[in-house]
């Protein structure tokens, strides 16, 4: 059975930093895709950052130069270190991973969804 559990949301000011964490069990992090999803009240979830099996990652925009995604593939845990964080960050994080490797790594291939972890960014 997989878990994924996340960790490390909480509330500061605009330009202040967090790290989240996902403790992934059932599933070997460094052989599938695992990505951090965000949802705000009122919109739809959105993508943040993936990382793929062979090692790369990918950033949505809005993140881009502020958000790194990186594995401790010992741990079997996934991060998302956010820095100079904005209101328009504030949202549910969700940890996510797939159940088989994959080259893509669309949405519709992460299986298994974390409970999330909320993180709430003040002006």
């Known amino acids: 059975q997989v878990h994924l559990v996340e960790s490390g949301g909480g509330s500061v000011q605009a330009g202040g930093s967090l790290k989240l964490s996902c403790a992934a069990s059932?599933?070997?992090?460094?052989?599938?895709?695992m990505g951090w999803f965000r949802q705000a009240p009122g919109k739809d979830r959105e993508g943040v950052a993936t990382?793929?099996?062979?090692?790369?990652?990918s950033y949505a925009d809005s993140v881009k130069g502020r958000f790194t995604i990186s594995k401790d593939n010992a741990k079997n845990t996934l991060y998302l270190e956010m820095n100079s964080l904005k209101p328009e960050d504030t949202a549910m994080y969700y940890c996510?991973?797939?159940?088989?490797?994959?080259?893509?790594?669309?949405?519709?291939?992460?299986?298994?969804w974390g409970q999330g972890t909320q993180v709430t960014v003040s002006s």
């Open positions: 990382t793929y099996p062979y090692g790369a990652t």
């Open positions: 996510a991973a797939s159940n088989h490797a994959s080259l893509s790594c669309p949405y519709l291939d992460f299986t298994y």
């Open positions: 059932g599933v070997t992090a460094s052989r599938v895709c």
